[in-house]
């Protein structure tokens, strides 16, 4: 099959005029101007005013509901809009989901890939539990690393909850795009010992661990001084321990002290670092996800990314759910940034939303350009301003954020706008 479009991003830094993808099988054959491609006989799709590039990464998506920002709230429920608490808020989430069928976590897993792909997302990493949405996860077309989440920080149950974590990890049966993962949810809600196996377990399995990190100023009171507003949240949902004790020190300086803080971690959010926090974040050689759409939902601030990116680090970007965000569009966490953050370009906004997201989820396969050798994994967005000079196509990509026109992973067409 042969792709045609007015421009072609090979990887974020190459830019073709008038170009073109020759995809044979699940690979891409050749790339670059139509004018020169030797692609006979091939089906040929001409997509016009368009940018064809590689398939977006969101590292980071609960796509099990309850949708009730970006999408439909269960029957009876009500919506939860932007700029509350995000201890009220989740107190809310969790009464919420004790309440919902099993079915709206199956409905809504399966509109959460649909909504993937009509925005180009080729790779998602989604936070889940398994033994509710396995059979969705099993049919679903894009890449996925199905992470297992959990919480309980009582360090009494860490065998048993680590017990039934690998349990339902094994409920998936992998291949070359199903992989899986385990997730801790955050320092404040899973214990130490629980922290230890699930890390062991995942070097051992060559498998991701994903966990929230100093997402909250409340979460630093609540780690170095044991006490505060999520102590007062942790007792009203039932998630408060006896026998837990605080670790007396900051989020990142606990994971580190753990021996948490190495590949195959990566950390999600890190809203609110010390100095120190990014120097030994930075030392650790982990990847950190910035959601910059759900960063706001909650009202946070200046995001330290720009410092983690200077020292190295490999940030990437994701969306967290449709509880939190308006949508799973990694174009709009790309144009949230560009409106709101200064000093970052295009460039590396579409590297954050591709190979750093790649790099975060451990992909072994070629992926993220589109060379011959690679996989096909493409995503093609409409030009909403037609005469779009190349030197401002990639800002006017982000700005406009639209939706895919196609998107496609190994070389099969998973969704056509
Ligand atoms: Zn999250």
Redesign the pocket.
Do not use: L, P
């Given at each position: 099959m042969l792709l045609r479009s007015k421009y072609l991003l090979i990887n974020p830094e190459t830019l073709v005029e008038n170009g073109f993808v020759c995809v044979s099988g699940d690979r891409i054959k050749s790339s670059g101007k139509f004018s020169e491609h030797e692609c006979r006989g091939e089906k040929a799709i001409d997509l016009g005013e368009t940018v064809i590039m590689p398939g977006l990464v969101n590292p980071?998506?609960?796509l099990e509901g309850p949708e009730t920002f970006g999408g439909t709230p269960p029957p009876g429920e009500k919506r939860l809009l932007p700029f509350q608490s995000f201890t009220e808020w989740a107190e809310q989430i969790i009464n919420m989901r004790q309440r919902m069928k099993p079915d709206i976590f199956i409905k809504t897993t399966d509109h959460g890939y649909d909504l993937l792909a009509i925005n180009g997302i080729t790779f998602v990493g989604d936070?889940s539990h398994i033994a509710r949405t396995k059979n969705i996860h099993a049919n679903a077309k894009i890449r996925r690393v199905v992470f297992e989440e959990v919480t309980d920080l009582n360090p009494l149950t860490a065998q048993q909850r680590f017990d039934e974590v690998r349990r339902n990890v094994k409920l998936i049966k992998k291949d070359k795009f199903l992989g899986t993962g385990v997730a801790p949810h955050a320092p404040y809600t899973v214990s130490s010992e629980l922290y230890k196996k699930l890390y062991g377990f995942a070097r051992q399995q060559n498998i991701p661990l994903s966990t929230?990190l100093s997402?909250l100023k409340e979460e630093r009171e609540l780690l170095t001084k044991g006490k505060g507003k999520i102590r007062a949240y942790l007792k009203r949902v039932g998630r408060d321990n006896y026998y837990w004790r605080h670790p007396g020190t900051t989020s990142v300086q606990y994971m580190a002290k753990l021996g948490v803080l190495r590949p195959p971690s990566f950390f999600?959010?890190c809203n609110y670092l010390s100095n120190k926090d990014i120097t030994v974040l930075a030392k650790s050689g982990v990847s950190v996800v910035f959601?910059p759409s759900?960063h706001y939902f909650f009202g946070h601030r200046n995001h330290p990314f720009r410092k983690l990116l200077k020292l190295k680090v490999n940030v990437a970007l994701?969306t967290?759910?449709l509880g939190?965000n308006e949508d799973l569009s990694i174009l709009k966490e790309m144009k949230f940034i560009l409106d709101h953050y200064p000093g970052v370009n295009p460039t590396q906004l579409l590297r954050m939303g591709t190979l750093n997201g790649l790099k975060t989820l451990k992909a072994t396969e070629k992926l993220g350009e589109l060379k011959p050798g690679y996989c096909a994994d493409i995503a093609a967005f409409p030009l909403k301003h037609k005469s779009t000079k190349p030197e401002h196509l990639k800002r006017v990509l982000i700005e406009t954020s639209p939706k895919s026109i196609l998107t496609m992973v190994a070389g099969k067409i998973i969704h056509r706008g």
């Open positions: 980071h998506a609960h936070h929230h997402e999600v959010h959601c759900s994701g967290d759910g939190s």
